[in-house]
């Protein structure tokens, strides 16, 4: 599904990805773990094709394409979603006119129908009560208002109503009560749990993946994964800290 | 005094971002051409207009609004050439004047919006909002004076103007000033120039938005607060879909 080979990143000229290889097939959920400063953002930035985030070596397959070579809403209509840590305000653009445009411009650029007025409202719905959001929320604008746990679950239903094949979730556990928590675990495992989809989970701590189980663990450091195993090696994390599993 | 009213020039602070080449080509019979509006009392009445052309346009309007009345002026500003709206308003006791004005284009046109807002009695109340959208060379100004007469107790007045330029080569200026010669008044001014977020404009392409419809989600949210005061009615979305049919012709 996503096959990055040896990933050489800048931001504003400063190297922050330095010989970066990860892949990812299809069914599986991995997670990238990191101390602060270790490039974890940077690489979801550089996968979604944020301005600034300059790539000057290596390539990154998804699905079959050059990812690198598609503009950033070329990527997410090839299928990749992209979960911000911190999701944007937009003053005067309710979710649903936000969300409709997306799903039918995604729809647009692959040729397929878009989705008329009647079976969005229906789709948002159905994705809204899987993260137990309430349906009025959708209609008021995106992220405006909302409380950082309130963000990523709206984050969570947009991802339900894309439908993606990949998702790189950056954070998303951040700012997430123990309830919240639960109830975003649920909507990833509920989403993205199939056979042909796939999810990149970056995070700080362990405690989502209890409720999203992931196959395999990469901890990042200073730009490259410097160790990979199954999710033992989270709690190995957790429990000596990153000094000591990295040393 | 002479017989002929003087042609302005952009050494007179209220044609000081104008179109120089333009003013030279005024008449004094074009700058007399006031359109006058008297509101009676306690009545209510909202003009909407597009303006704007291939050629140079003047509007001038004088609107007196009575003892309790309600002046309401929705404006898009589309010409492809110096297109300037001037509104001088007197409010009587208890009146309110509600402004919302748009200026959007490219090309090298500069499109404006004056007001002079006469508080002259009590409690009188006013609100305008201005949103300026160019790319190009193009130019949008906003010029308001509030004056605030010296028993215009319990005056509520407020002007906010906002631009975003879209490409390097835009600009846009504005000059508030107000006047207050009572004191017990609330008098409130805002202005900012700056881009489209960009922070919101990857979040929309990183949802799958190009380019272009992004701009014009970004744009209409920006210009629609020109015409909050409207309601939701069939008026307010026409004047909204003709400033944002003017983005279409941008190629940005």
Known sequence: MLKIENLHATVADKPILKGLSLTIKAGQIHAIMGPNGAGKSTLSYVLGGRPGYEVTQGSVTFD?????????????????FLGFQYPV??????????????????????????LSGGDFLKLAKEKAGLLRMDMEMLKRNVNVGFSGGEKKRAEMVQMGILDPKLAILDETDSGLDIDALR??????????????????????????????????????????????????LALELEREGYEAVVA | MSALAAIPTTHDEDWRYADAAVLATLTPDKLANWKTVDIAPG???????????????????????????????????????????????????????????????????????VTRVDHAEPEATSSQIIRSVHWGQAIGNFLGRIEVARD??????????????????ASANTKPELEIFADDVKCAHGAAIGQLDQQAAFYMAARGLPPEVARKLLVQAFVADAFTAMGEDGESARLLDTALATLGEAAL
Do not use: C
């Open chain 1, 183 to 232: 109830i975003v675990g649920d909507g990833i495992n509920a989403i993205m749990r199939k056979p042909d989809k796939a999810v990149l989970l970056i995070t700080h701590y362990q405690r989502l993946l209890d409720y999203v189980k992931p196959d395999v663990v990469h901890v990042l450091a200073d730009g490259r994964i410097v160790k990979s195993g199954g999710p033992e």
């Open chain 1, 64 to 80: 079959g394409q050059d990812l690198l070579a598609l503009d950033p809403h070329e990527r997410a209509a090839a299928g990749l």
């Open chain 2, 152 to 169: 215009a107790q319990k005056t509520d007045a407020e002007q906010n103007f906002r631009a975003i330029l879209l490409e390097k080569g």
């Open chain 1, 89 to 114: 305000e937009i003053p005067g653009v309710s979710n649903v006119q936000f969300l409709r445009e997306a799903a039918n411009s995604q729809r647009k650029q692959r040729g397929e129908a878009e």
């Open chain 2, 43 to 113: 009545k209510t009445q909202r003009h909407t207009m597009v303006v704007g052309s291939a050629a140079p346009e003047l509007h001038r309007i004088r609107i007196q609004v009575a003892e309790g009345a309600r002046a309401e002026m929705f404006v898009v500003n589309n010409g492809a050439a110096y297109t300037r709206v001037e509104v001088e308003v007197r409010l009587a006791k208890g009146a309110h004047f509600e402004f919302g004005g748009v200026t959007i284009g490219g090309g090298d046109a500069t499109r404006e919006f």
